[in-house]
């Protein structure tokens, strides 16, 4: 039986991919790495996948397992080897203010646990690595998908330890490991429902414009109008991992996941203003002293609620190209739609879900 390993799950985006997968090849079964402290979650919503599609019922098995340990804390890892034929690794921390040592140990030392276990698989046909486009860092200008190394500096820990990972899986690839890398930008929710598992990023602004009268003030860094901000509903992510998964020449390749037209952080905010029913009131600040404010003047956070390491993207130097990801979706009928066509559906789940936080799966 052909197995295919999933870390990640069950994380906002391998939760949609599992099943994907799973109706593509029909003739295998899943093996998802899971911490004892999200088993309950996994079992929850891996009994809702199967009540939604019970063909699907009994073809995966969730492994307790994390993988920072030796062979990924599985107790049948010997065994394992020789069943897998593809691994989806999506597990990381994402979260820009995580601490260096953690985001280390999970988004770097985790990934060369699950290269050294691909490397020692002999049926393995592809390794699918999920990365970001902010590995790019601080680039300064066009970023493409074939750059790693342009001599960046990053803006946080997750950057960094993001780019450190890709390193390591570019290194692996060229020993001979058969590997596609995929770097989406801001991940949101689903372009349709609007449904997603953790609001940060755009959410902060959504939330900060929610809980202001019908005309709101925004603070707005550096020039709004030429700044761009790239997002990218869930949707758009699942469907171009699905299909790239499948293509025949995608081995060997990186795919920036990203909006080929971003809208500028102005035309982000005018969006949103539409979205939320709000007249919103920008207020200049330098980069410096907005995130001087959120982190040093009390009750400033407790107010805006917005982190300070989200306000560097407002500010964001680097355009990413998608020539790859474009040419390789252009015989599907897979496009990533303008973020003005989804926001009243982001705000309207926000809404109607006050539960949902933003902490980061850890």
């Not at 870390?7 to 790495?33: M, N, Q």
Request: glycine share 6%; with cysteine; hydrophobic share 45%.
């Amino acid at each position: 039986m052909n197995t295919i390993l999933f870390t990640g799950f069950p994380g906002f985006l391998g939760s949609e991919l599992l099943p994907r997968v799973l109706r593509r090849e029909p003739d295998a079964r899943a093996l998802c790495v899971v911490q004892r402290r999200w088993l309950g979650v996994a079992r929850e919503r891996l009994a809702a996948i199967e009540a939604r599609e019970p063909e699907l019922a009994g073809r995966t098995r969730l492994a307790e397992g994390d993988i920072v340990e030796p062979n990924l804390g599985l107790r049948d890892a010997d065994a394992l080897r020789h069943q897998v034929t593809a691994i989806y690794h999506l597990a990381a921390i994402y979260d820009l203010s995580v601490p260096r040592e953690l985001a280390m140990r999970v988004n770097v030392h985790g990934t060369e646990r699950v290269l050294h276990l691909a490397a020692q698989s002999p049926r393995l046909a592809r390794l699918h690595y999920v990365s970001t486009c902010y590995v790019s860092g601080r680039h300064r200008g066009v970023f493409r998908e074939s750059d790693l190394d342009v001599g960046q500096t990053f803006n946080n820990h997750y950057e960094e330890t993001k780019y450190l990972a890709e390193v390591a899986v570019r290194r692996a690839m060229r020993a001979g490991l058969p590997a596609t890398i995929y770097r989406p930008s801001i991940v949101v929710g689903d372009s349709l429902t609007g449904a997603t598992q953790k609001y940060d990023g755009p959410y902060f602004a959504m939330q900060w414009l929610l809980r202001q009268p019908r005309i709101a003030v925004m603070p707005v860094i550096g020039d709004a109008r030429a700044t761009e901000f790239n997002v990218v509903p869930r949707d758009f992510v699942i469907d171009a991992i699905e299909h790239l998964s499948a293509h025949p020449h995608a081995a060997g390749a990186t795919f920036a996941l990203a909006d080929p037209r971003p809208l500028t952080v102005d035309e982000i905010l005018d969006t949103l203003a539409r979205a939320t029913e709000r007249r919103v009131v920008r207020i200049p600040l330098p980069l410096g002293v907005a995130k001087w404010s959120i982190d040093r003047i009390p009750g400033v956070y407790a107010l805006m609620r917005i982190p300070a390491s989200a306000v560097d993207y407002f500010v964001h130097p680097t355009r990413y190209d998608t020539t790859q990801a474009s040419a390789a979706l252009s015989e599907s009928s897979i496009v990533c739609p303008s973020f003005g066509s989804y926001a009243p559906a982001l705000v309207r789940f926000m809404r109607e879900h006050p539960e949902v936080g933003s902490a980061a799966m850890v």
